[in-house]
């Protein structure tokens, strides 16, 4: 898996969009972008993921540069809930039945 | 969906005693991860499983750790003997066979104390 680089921590206010930043300049042609965050005490739920092109779910925004060197997760409007670790996943392939590898994260903790 | 079901929830132990932990995926995956997770290593994959046959099993840390998938619907995680640096939540998780992405859904963890 393509080495991602992730801030240790960000906060946001709530209501306000949180926007989260991760490189993986080292990532191949056929390495998608993964998320998953990891409420306190809880397992680690997936987000969303992506290759080239932007993607949108009832969850967050994806958006991957044209380059495939960085991308940022979009939480149009965060709630307090949304206080988390999130990790950004370089994984080959998109099928299921493989490996992920988490690296630290960035704790996003929202504020009232 | 009832999600993936591990027990126990905690677990206190002492030093040199066998622990076993258990994972019921959910019904219909045919992926299952165990993972571990402390404050100094992180979130670490031990092995996974797919059609109930290990796949990779380069993170179990030593011998005294084995995982058995006897069927579809239930895994085991078995520390034999147990030490103090073995505390760790450890979790489990499933992925559906043939999904089209790697969506992992985790259960809720084992809190495992060695004293």
């Known amino acids: 898996d393509a080495k991602t680089t992730q801030p240790t921590s960000m906060d946001c206010a709530e209501g306000r969009a949180a926007n989260l930043p991760c490189n993986h300049s080292?990532?191949?042609?056929?390495?998608?972008v993964y998320w998953y965050r990891q409420i306190h005490s809880q397992g680690p739920q997936y987000i969303i993921h992506g290759l080239k092109n932007n993607e949108t779910n009832e969850m967050a925004s994806l958006i991957i540069t044209e380059d495939r060197k960085s991308s940022t997760l979009i939480l149009p409007h965060a709630t307090l809930r949304d206080t988390a670790v999130y990790y950004c996943i370089g994984h080959p392939g998109e099928t299921s039945g493989s490996r992920l590898t988490f690296g630290e994260g960035t704790q996003l903790t929202v504020n009232p | 969906d009832a999600g993936v079901i591990q027990s126990p929830r905690h677990e206190v132990t002492e030093m040199g005693q066998e622990v076993t932990l258990r994972c019921k995926p959910i019904?219909?995956?045919?992926?299952l991860f165990w993972y571990r997770q402390t404050m100094m290593r992180g979130l670490e994959l031990l092995i996974y499983?797919?059609?109930?046959?290990?796949?990779?099993d380069s993170g179990m840390p030593e011998d005294r750790f084995s995982a058995k998938m006897p069927n579809a619907s239930f895994s085991t995680l078995k520390i034999q003997p147990s030490e103090p640096r073995d505390s760790a939540v450890y979790f489990c998780?499933?992925?559906?066979?043939?999904?089209?992405?790697?969506?992992?859904?985790f259960g809720p963890g084992t809190r495992l104390t060695v004293l």
């Open positions: 998780a499933s992925s559906r066979g043939g999904a089209t992405y790697n969506e992992q859904f």
């Open positions: 080292t990532i191949s042609g056929n390495e998608y």
């Open positions: 499983f797919n059609n109930n046959v290990p796949i990779d």
């Open positions: 019904s219909g995956h045919n992926s």
